[in-house]
């Protein structure tokens, strides 16, 4: 076990081959357990990271498309944006069903800096963008939902 941990300290990349094959070969004594345990938590975070970090995205640019619908016009860019994120999303969420619980939440979390963006980005005032997230985790990842002046759905371009 001392050259397991030894390993995953030098070469990152060789302790993950190493463990890989000892499980396949069953010899699980010989497994850096501690270490093992930690990636394995570590890939469930990153997949969390990454739901909020789209998230983010996609908000930042739902805000966008609402509040300064003369973008709209200017090209295809934040349809664009908005339609890759809500699929990475999906995709994210077919493969790991259970991050959806934390959808809501996340998005409470990225809210403000998504706000933030909006505001730097489209070079409108803070105070314009709500303090809270205006739509549901719902209407956020739901494919034909698209925010208008009013909070309805608008015409896709």
Sequence with gaps: MGTNVTL???????????????LREGAVQDLDVGNLAAEVEGLGARDHRELRRRLGRLVTHLLKWQYQPAGRQTGHSWWSTIRTQRQEIA???EQ????????????????ALAR??????????????????????????????????????AALP
């Design 8 to 22: 995953y300290e030098q070469d990152f990349y060789a302790w993950t081959q190493e463990q890989a094959a000892l």
């Design 91 to 93: 995709d994210l969420l």
């Design 116 to 153: 933030d963006h909006a505001s730097a980005q489209t070079h409108l005032p803070l105070a314009i963008f709500p303090a809270t997230c205006p739509w549901t985790p719902a209407q956020v990842l739901d494919a034909d939902f698209w925010p208008g002046e009013d909070g309805d759905t």
């Design 96 to 111: 790991s069903p259970s991050l959806r619980r934390t959808v809501p939440e996340a998005l409470r979390g990225r809210y």
